[in-house]
C-alpha cells in the first residue's frame, strides 16, 4: 500500500505504526555508529599502536572520513528511494551497516594481521558511512510523508528518537559490561559484543520493513519505471532548478549537525574524563542524559506542531550561540556529579530545538520526484564538514592547548545557521509537503525564486 495525498490513512495509529517502522532501521544504523564512538577507547588498541601518541586522533580520523562517503551514499540511496521507492532504499542501506558491524566484530586485531586491522576497520567504516547517508535522506523523507497531517513535527521526531537511541543503546550496552565484567572485560571482548548486536539487529527491521508501507504511490513509480514520469530526479535537475533549497538545507544543517555532534559525542566524553575514577558514575550520568535528550525529541516535535518549527530553530539558534563555551570549557572543570548533569541536560535541551524538527523542515522544501536526494545531499554535505569533524576536531585542539578556538568555530557555525533561520525560513505559507500541486503551479513564478521559503 501507497501513502498518498488521496489514499494516506486519516489515522494516527496507522501513522504511527509506518513511523515505528521507518524510523527502526535508523535505530540500529545509529546504533552502529555510536558503538564506535562509545567503545572507541576499548578498541583503540587492537587497530592502532597504543604507544603511538597520535593512536587517539587516529580512532576519531577514522570517525571522521566516514562522513566523507555520507554524500555519495546520499545520492545514490536519494536517487535510488526517488525511483524505486522508500522502503526498498532503507532496507538496502540498513543491511549494507549491518553488515559492515559484523565484518567489524569478526576483524582480527593488529597483533595478528599487523597494518591490514586498520585498513579493514577503514574500509568498514567507508561503508557504513556510505549507508548512513542514504539513511538519512530516506528515513527523514519517509516519515515526513507518512506523518498525518497536523502531526507531522510529533511524528517525524521520531527519527531523531531512534537516532539519539542508537546512542542510548550503545551507552547502554557500555554501562552494562562495565558494571558485570569490567573494564578489562571491555577492552578484550566486549567492544566485539557490541558490533555483534548490531549486525543481528538488522534481522529485526528486515522483518518489520516487511509489512511498512511504501510512501509512493505505484503509479509514480511504475512512470519511473516506464520512462513516463514527466522529471525523475537527478543532481543536474537538483543543481539548476532546487539550488536554493539545497543550499538552505545544507546551512540549516551546518549549525545542527555541529552542536548534535559536539554536544552528544564531545561533551559526553568529557563527563567520562572528568570521572576518570568513577567510570560508573561517568557513565551512568551521560546515559540517564541521553535517555532524557532521546525523550525530548517528540515533546520538541508537538510544540513545534503549535508554535511552528522556525521557532524552535531560533530557540536552539539563540541558546547554541550563547551554550556551547559552558560545555566544552566549564564542564571538564566540573567535579560534582548532579552539577555535570545538569550543564549537560541544558545543553541537550537546546539542541532538541534542532534534532526534534530538521526532518520535517528539510522535507518541506523539495518536491516528491527528488525529495530524497535533495534532503540527503544537503544534509550529507554539511554533516561530513561540519559534523563528522567535530569530535577529531576537539580532540586535536585538546592535544594542541587550542580548545577555545574549537569553541569559537562551534559558536561561529552555530551562529550563521541562527542568521538563516531568521532570515531564510518563514513558518507559513505553502510548501513542497502539504502543497504540491499548488508549489508545482508557482514553479515558475518569482516567488519560487527568492527566499524566504515556507517551513
Known amino acids: 500500500m501507497s501513502i498518498t495525498a488521496s489514499t494516506r490513512p486519516h489515522d494516527l495509529r496507522r501513522s504511527v505504526s509506518n513511523t515505528i517502522k521507518g524510523s527502526a532501521g535508523n535505530l540500529v544504523e545509529w546504533y552502529d555508529v555510536y558503538v564506535y564512538s562509545t567503545f572507541a577507547t576499548a578498541f583503540e588498541g587492537h587497530f592502532f ?5 597520535n593512536s587517539q586522533v587516529y580512532v576519531w580520523a577514522t570517525f571522521a572520513i566516514t562522513f566523507l562517503m555520507r554524500p555519495v551514499g546520499s545520492w545514490y540511496f536519494g536517487r535510488f528511494a526517488d525511483r524505486h ?3 526498498a532504499a532503507l532496507t538496502v542501506s540498513v543491511t549494507l551497516m549491518a553488515a559492515c558491524s559484523l565484518l567489524v566484530a569478526v576483524t582480527p586485531t593488529r597483533e595478528s594481521i599487523g597494518v591490514w586491522a586498520a585498513v579493514i576497520l577503514i574500509l568498514a567504516r567507508l561503508l557504513q558511512g556510505f549507508a548512513t547517508g542514504g539513511e538519512y535522506g530516506t528515513s527523514a523523507t519517509y516519515m515526513s510523508e507518512a506523518a498525518v497531517p ?9 527519527q531523531y528518537v531512534t537516532l539519539i537511541g542508537g546512542q542510548v543503546l550503545a551507552q547502554l550496552l557500555w554501562v552494562i559490561l562495565l558494571t558485570t565484567a569490567g573494564k578489562d572485560a571491555i577492552d578484550s571482548w566486549g567492544w ?42 537527478s543532481m543536474v535537475e537538483l543543481f539548476r532548478s532546487y539550488w536554493r533549497e539545497l543550499l538552505t538545507v545544507f546551512l540549516v544543517t551546518m549549525g545542527g549537525t555541529v552542536a548534535f555532534y559536539t554536544y552528544t559525542v564531545n561533551a559526553p566524553s568529557i563527563v567520562k574524563t572528568a570521572f576518570t575514577s568513577d567510570a560508573v558514575t561517568g557513565a551512568v550520568l551521560t546515559l540517564v542524559a541521553l535517555v532524557i535528550l532521546m525523550c525530548l525529541q517528540p515533546l520538541g516535535g508537538w510544540i513545534a506542531d503549535k ?9 536552539f539558534g539563540i541558546g547554541g550561540t550563547l551554550y556551547t563555551w559552558v560545555l566544552i570549557l566549564v564542564l571538564p572543570k566540573i567535579s560534582s556529579g548532579p ?9 541537550f ?21 527528488i525529495r530524497a536526494l535533495g534532503v540527503g545531499f544537503g544534509y550529507a554535505l554539511a554533516n561530513s564538514v561540519f559534523g563528522g569533524t567535530a569530535p577529531l576536531l576537539y580532540a586535536a585542539a585538546k592535544a594542541g592547548g587550542h ?13 550563521l545557521s541562527l542568521i538563516v533561520y531568521v532570515t531564510m525560513l518563514r513558518g507559513h505559507g505553502p510548501n513542497w509537503l502539504d502543497d504540491e500541486e499548488e508549489m508545482h503551479a508557482r514553479a515558475d513564478s518569482p516567488e519560487h525564486k527568492h527566499f524566504p521559503m515556507g517551513v
Open 150 to 158: 497536523g502531526h507531522r513535527g510529533f511524528l517525524s521526531s521520531f
Open 192 to 233: 566485539r559484543l557490541a558490533f555483534f548486536i548490531g549486525a543481528l539487529g538488522a534481522l529485526v527491521v528486515l522483518w518489520l520493513r516487511r509489512t511498512m508501507d511504501e510512501s509512493l504511490t505505484q503509479e509514480s513509480l511504475q512512470a519511473v519505471r516506464t520512462g513516463e514520469a514527466r522529471t525523475t530526479g
Open 307 to 315: 508554535v511552528g518549527r522556525r521557532t524552535l530553530l531560533i530557540f
Open 85 to 87: 521507492g522508500r522502503r
Open 349 to 369: 535541551v537546546f539542541v532538541t530545538g534542532y534534532t526534534s524538527i530538521n526532518a520535517i523542515v528539510k522535507s518541506k522544501l523539495f518536491p516528491t520526484h
Open 403 to 415: 580548545v577555545p578556538w574549537f569553541v569559537i568555530y562551534v559558536t561561529a557555525a552555530i551562529f
Open 339 to 347: 552539577v555535570a548533569f545538569v550543564t549537560l541536560l541544558v545543553g
Open 49 to 53: 599502536d597504543s604507544s603511538d601518541q
